[in-house]
């Protein structure tokens, strides 16, 4: 894990904090995955680096302001 002044030097360049980027980019990954794979939401829960798929779907619904299922409908007209 990142040292207190690693962690407050990449926030005040950056605005987010190192878990904020990190959440970011698993989500960036996890949208690539629902659009372009048969995956459960479960798995690309697991897949995209989440413990939990209620992690998963909190942070993706935070940062996406959709749901996992409500993206991959918007994106591709199906919800698995």
């Known amino acids: 894990f990142p ?9 005040k360049s950056t605005d987010k904090s190192i878990f ?3 959440a970011e980019i698993r989500v960036e990954y996890a949208c690539k ?3 372009n794979s048969d ?3 479960t798995e690309v829960a697991f ?3 989440y413990n939990t798929p209620t992690l ?6 935070k940062i996406i302001h959709l749901t996992p299922a409500e993206y991959r409908w918007e994106i ?5």
């Open 3 to 11: 040292t207190r002044r690693s962690s407050d030097l990449f926030k």
């Open 20 to 22: 904020q980027v990190l």
């Open 33 to 35: 995955l629902l659009a």
């Open 39 to 41: 995956l459960t939401i």
């Open 47 to 49: 897949s995209s680096g």
């Open 56 to 61: 998963f779907f909190e942070q993706f619904q």
């Open 76 to 80: 591709n007209g199906t919800a698995k």
